[in-house]
């Protein structure tokens, strides 16, 4: 994949899966093209276009103090930086689906890839992109869902993740706990356990439909929870059998992500994988104190990119 200066301009597309309408955007660089296509696939717990997150949350002001009532965008900064570089970015609103008579108790997160699959294909059919050169992107457990794409089909060329974790849903959010106790809890190990020992309980109940259909837990509904449960148990096989050169990037201050994780990537990763380990930088992609996508970043990209064009 080409990195060639451009400026570019935005423009909103709007597309439909099924009876949901969705709204997206399509950032192309100046010029005639043909661009090729970068596609995001978002953090599956930040909802918008720019997957921007706000940092007022007492957790996250604890966890990120330097950035106190700042706003990060990480999609719409990869996607402003990629387009400059001559390629096309595609990120999606999810904030703007128009839902039309949708029982949300049966929402799945791989509800996600029926989205992402009919986004590929409308910025394919767009003039002044190359439909022969497309790169996916995943962030976090989004990159459960970009292997799932990639495993689906024959036109993807390039796989990247940011975060992924590859290991089950209960280990990762007891990393988390752990990491929020740690750091921005009274340190109690008493009150720890007891929110780990609640975290599991209420994961076991809703894989044993102990839970009612109807009844939200954090947010989603009981169905939601045990599909990502299958997505995260699912990763690990759907990374190893990706045949494209692949980019795997962790952040060692990612709260999200432990040594285990990066280990089994680098086991894991195909002949053509490469797998990196970025000193300083969070979940969020950057070091804590600068809300912008970190440089190391984009440098780590761009030299995928340009090895294997």
Not at 34 to 61: A, H, R, T
């Amino acid at each position: 994949m080409m990195l060639v200066a451009h400026a570019g301009t935005e423009k909103k597309v709007v597309f439909t899966v099924g009876n949901k309408v969705h709204e997206g955007i399509l950032a192309l660089p100046d010029g005639d093209g043909p661009f090729p296509l970068l596609v995001l696939v978002p953090f599956l717990e930040l909802q918008g276009k720019d997957q921007s997150l706000e940092i007022k949350d007492p957790e996250l002001v604890c966890l990120y103090p330097d950035l106190e009532g700042k706003r990060i965008r990480i999609s719409k900064e990869i996607s402003d930086h990629y387009t400059e570089k001559g390629i096309a970015v595609f990120r999606y609103d999810r904030n703007a689906v128009n839902f039309v008579d949708e029982d949300q108790t049966l929402k799945l997160p791989t509800d996600e890839l029926k989205t992402i699959h009919e986004g590929i294909q409308f910025c394919k059919s767009q003039e002044g992109v190359d439909s022969n050169v497309i790169a996916l992107w995943g962030f976090g457990s989004g990159g459960w869902l970009t292997y799932q794409i990639a495993e689906k089909r024959n036109d993807i060329d390039y796989v990247i993740t940011y975060g992924m974790p590859f290991r089950s849903l209960e280990e990762s959010l007891e990393s988390k706990i752990r990491f929020t106790f740690n750091h921005c809890g009274d340190k109690d190990p008493e009150a720890m356990e007891e929110a780990l020992k609640s975290m599991k309980t209420t994961l076991d109940e809703v894989e044993r439909n102990k839970i009612s259909s109807g009844e939200l837990v954090a947010g989603q509904f009981p169905k939601y929870w045990k599909g990502l449960m299958l997505l995260a148990q699912n990763s690990g096989m759907k990374y190893k059998k990706c045949g494209v050169p692949s980019l795997t990037i962790y952040g060692n201050k990612d709260f999200e992500i432990t040594d285990k994780d990066v280990a089994q990537a680098r086991e894991w990763a195909n002949s053509r994988g490469k797998v990196e380990y970025l000193a300083g930088l969070n979940h969020y992609l950057n070091n804590g104190t600068d809300l912008h996508v970190h440089p190391a970043i984009f440098k780590s990209v761009d030299r995928f990119f340009q090895k294997n064009q």
